[in-house]
């Protein structure tokens, strides 16, 4: 799957909004990635990651576990697993900070791959590193649909990704003048806690 099919997903789930808007990094942007009109289609989400698991397979070879922080990363991490043939866990917030729960655990050999909807800043997906690296599984990398930072995130692991994207993001203080005039809008989901 191309830069290009992945956008044409988006742009036809009407997922690719143009305006102000505030990412869950606290950058702004005039483009915002509505994943959730993604994951709303149970086919579209199955395409994609099915070509995400393949993109997976290709770079890390066979994966039994699948890592992905709460909440955006869960549907992306189940199906991605479910293409994979692994088993799908997620991390959590409890006091402000990423823990597996649930009794979730991974087991000693295990081969795992973190897998997160969006990367901007790689914020949450090394939170949810953090919160892991004391299982005794062996961390392979990383996994997105759409890597924003176009390839510049550094995890301290490989990443791989469907799409590849160079969107602008600013700090609140250094936004262009056009963007600056319009209002702003939060619509990710960093700030629930569960």
Do not use: W
């Not at 590193?129 to 392979?140: D, F, N, T, V």
């Amino acid at each position: 799957m191309t830069n290009d099919d992945v956008l044409a997903e988006f742009r036809d789930a009407g997922a690719l909004l143009e305006g102000h808007f505030i990412l869950s990094s606290g950058l702004r942007s005039p483009i915002f990635l509505q994943k959730m009109f993604i994951f709303q289609d149970p086919v579209r989400t199955a395409r994609l990651c099915k070509a995400l698991a393949d993109t997976i397979t290709q770079a890390f070879g066979p994966v039994d576990y699948v890592v992905s922080p709460a909440v955006g990363g869960i549907v992306p991490g189940y199906e991605t697993a479910r293409a994979l043939g692994s088993k799908a866990i997620f991390v959590e917030r409890e006091n402000g900070e990423f823990r597996l729960r649930r009794g979730f655990a991974i087991p000693a050999g295990a081969r795992v791959v973190l897998v997160e909807d969006i990367v901007t800043t790689g914020l949450s997906l090394r939170e949810c590193l953090a919160s892991i690296q004391s299982e005794p599984g062996h961390i392979l990398g990383a996994a997105c649909l759409i890597d924003r930072s176009n390839g510049t995130v550094d995890l301290g692991l490989p990443l791989v990704s469907l799409c590849k994207l160079d969107i602008p993001a600013y700090r609140p203080d250094e936004l262009p003048p056009e963007l600056a005039k319009l209002p702003a809008t939060k619509p990710g989901s960093r700030a629930i806690s569960s």
